[in-house]
Every structure is written in structure tokens, then in C-alpha cells.
């Protein structure tokens, strides 16, 4: 299973982007596909989730502003953020989970595959 972050960029407060994940045609569409990210600092941070394809969770944080989605057509994971935030400054990572344990979903050593973060600026 490989995966590849991209979409990130710099963005004004209120603005929005849409980061896309590509997985390998071999990615199984029961694995959780999860979002993180990591702010200098700081350690990584659950930002949502989606659960065999179906189920979405968010962080509180992000609730109502991120949505995930998956295209298992295209082998594509999606976050769009809307009403950034400087606080949302972060590199994030996509990442896919082979458990099939929901509780641990929010658990980044959870995650067996991990694609490379994309950066995520958000100006004040």
C-alpha cells in the first residue's frame, strides 16, 4: 500500500483548500483512511476519518469546517478545509489503517501506511 499527499499551500484565514491522498490500486477499501497532522513542536494529531469507506469522524476542532471523502474509483482520498484557520498551520498526512478497529481510530500508531505530509500555511 502506498500513498501520496498533496494539495497543500498558503491560504488567508476563512479560505479554503482541498488536499488529495492517491492510493495504490492495491489499497483494500475496508482499510480506515485517516488524516494528521503535525505542527512544529507538537505531536500528530488526529484530524478525521473515514471507517470502510462509509463512516466519517473529526476531530472536535475541525468538526463542520474539514469533510473527508473517498473515490474508491480513482483510488483518491479528499479533505477539504474550509474557514481555515492559523491555528490549522500543520503538515498533514494521510495515512491508511489495515486493523478495521474503529475505536482506534484516532490513534496515529494505529496506521500501518503513511503517505509524505503536505504543508498547510495559514496566514493571520
Known amino acids: 500500500v502506498q500513498l501520496q499527499a498533496s494539495g497543500g499551500g498558503l491560504v488567508q484565514t476563512g479560505g479554503s483548500l482541498t488536499l488529495s491522498c492517491a492510493m495504490s490500486e492495491r489499497t483494500p477499501r475496508s482499510y480506515t483512511l485517516g488524516w494528521f497532522r503535525q505542527a512544529p513542536g507538537n505531536d500528530r494529531e488526529f484530524v478525521g476519518a473515514i471507517f470502510r469507506s462509509t463512516g466519517t469522524y473529526y476531530a472536535d476542532s475541525v468538526k463542520g469546517r474539514f469533510a473527508i471523502s473517498r473515490d474508491n474509483a480513482k483510488n483518491m482520498m479528499y479533505l477539504q478545509m474550509n474557514g481555515l484557520k492559523p491555528d490549522d498551520t500543520a503538515i498533514y498526512y494521510c495515512?491508511?489503517?489495515?486493523?478495521?478497529?474503529?475505536?482506534?481510530?484516532?490513534?496515529?500508531?494505529?496506521?500501518?501506511?503513511w503517505g509524505q505530509g503536505t504543508q498547510v500555511t495559514v496566514s493571520s
Open positions: 495515512a491508511a489503517d489495515s486493523s478495521l478497529i474503529l475505536r482506534s481510530i484516532r490513534r496515529y500508531d494505529q496506521y500501518d501506511y
